[in-house]
């Protein structure tokens, strides 16, 4: 049976966590919430939820917390293979910063061959910390409305347990936090961070004034 009972979208961070609630965030400069409460009965009402929130036509960071081995990842995974989008994948359960870095350019690189489009600068391959790769690829996708247009599914980021990169490379969270930020600005894609790490939300907080 689901684990989770409740699903919160919080404009404060006067919420509290436990085993039965998933919280659910979803903002776009990473200071400013809406809070509401949606009483969950069945992994349908979930599914339909949150394939309404990433269809959104305006890009957000979906943050989804709950404990370990709950199906959070496994529902995220199947609302976005299941809808109308084009998934990246990122586990970053055994992965370190150059792994993500490697894995974030093989994804992309991957989407753009799919769909025939040649990136403005090649994504070279990763072997250090090179934070430009990032830039190339956002400077490389058009806005969400243009696949909606042209009829393509539009690119959607997942990261599996995104507090890892916090917790051994916090230099690369913060860079990787300012991406996400340039992104929804450009209101290019949805991107999805999953997490069992309760606190997960306030070290993003925390590395907006560190």
């Known amino acids: 049976m689901f684990a989770f009972k409740r ?7 006067n919420f509290s966590f ?3 609630y998933v919280n659910y965030m979803q903002k776009v400069n990473l200071s400013q919430f809406s809070r509401k ?8 009402q979930e599914f339909d939820l949150l394939t309404t929130k990433f269809s959104s036509n305006t890009p957000e960071i979906h943050v989804i917390l709950g404990p370990s081995d709950s199906g959070k990842t496994t529902l995220v995974r199947q ?12 586990d970053l359960r055994n992965s370190s910063g150059i792994l993500l870095l490697r894995d974030i350019r093989s994804e992309f690189q991957n ?3 799919s769909i025939f ?3 403005k600068t090649k994504l070279e391959t990763v072997n250090k910390l090179d934070y430009k790769l990032l830039k190339k690829i ?7 409305s243009y696949w909606k247009n042209h009829n393509i599914p539009p690119p ?5 347990e995104a507090n890892k990169l916090f917790e051994e490379y916090k230099t690369l969270f913060k860079a990787f936090l300012s991406w996400l930020k340039l992104i929804i600005q450009n209101n290019q894609f949805h991107v999805v961070l999953t997490s069992s790490e309760p606190f997960f939300l306030d070290w993003m907080e925390y590395c907006r004034y560190t």
């Open 7 to 13: 699903l919160n979208i919080p404009r404060t961070y």
């Open 37 to 44: 409460k949606f009483d969950l009965f069945n992994r349908k």
């Open 156 to 160: 959607i980021l997942v990261i599996d």
């Open 111 to 113: 989407f753009f061959e």
């Open 79 to 90: 609302v976005v293979q299941n809808g109308n989008f084009n998934p990246l994948f990122i």
């Open 117 to 119: 489009i040649k990136p």
């Open 18 to 20: 436990g085993h039965n």
């Open 138 to 144: 956002s400077s490389s996708l058009p806005n969400l």
